[in-house]
């Protein structure tokens, strides 16, 4: 089990990947947290937001894969689309999700405000799923800058 962690401690690709999804995560917290002025824990590990984590952690492992493999390399090729795949779902059946979310939330509000007490607000739906094109940018940025920091230092 030693073994294990000594390796995958020492892969590079993994440490970028893991880096570039904590630095995503961190910042969507004190972003969350400098415009509702509280601090959401759950921030710290949840989907959606500014800058998407998703794409941080995607693009960090396709970059650190290029400078590991090279660009011509299977392993890269394997990294980018896997990255292009989760940024399209991001930005599309997540974040639609997250819509669907809100709508079905405010009509809980709306049932429980006429008086249905069968209807609880304490089911409410996650409405933090997916990601705005501009939040999946920031976040396929910050992981390739991240990535490439840490190749180049």
């Not at 500014?50 to 394997?78: D, I, N, Q, R, W």
């Not at 079905?104 to 409405?127: P, W």
């Amino acid at each position: 089990m030693n073994v294990f962690f000594e390796e995958l401690l020492s892969n590079q690709v993994f440490i970028a990947a893991a880096l570039g999804w904590t630095v995503a995560q961190v910042l969507k917290t004190l972003i969350h947290m400098f415009f509702t002025k509280k601090f959401v824990a759950e921030r710290l590990v949840g989907s959606g937001g500014m800058p998407s984590s998703h794409s941080a952690t995607v693009c960090a492992l396709s970059v650190a894969t290029a400078f590991e493999c090279g660009v011509g390399s299977v392993e890269f090729a394997l990294a980018c689309f896997l990255a292009i795949i989760v940024m399209y779902d991001a930005m599309g059946v997540r974040r639609e999700t997250g819509i669907q979310a809100k709508m079905l939330n405010d009509m809980i509000k709306i049932f429980e405000d006429m008086g249905r007490d069968d209807i609880s607000a304490d089911d409410k739906l996650k409405e933090f799923v997916g990601h705005t094109p501009l939040q999946v940018l920031a976040g396929a940025l910050l992981g390739s800058f991240i990535a490439s920091l840490f190749y180049l230092l």
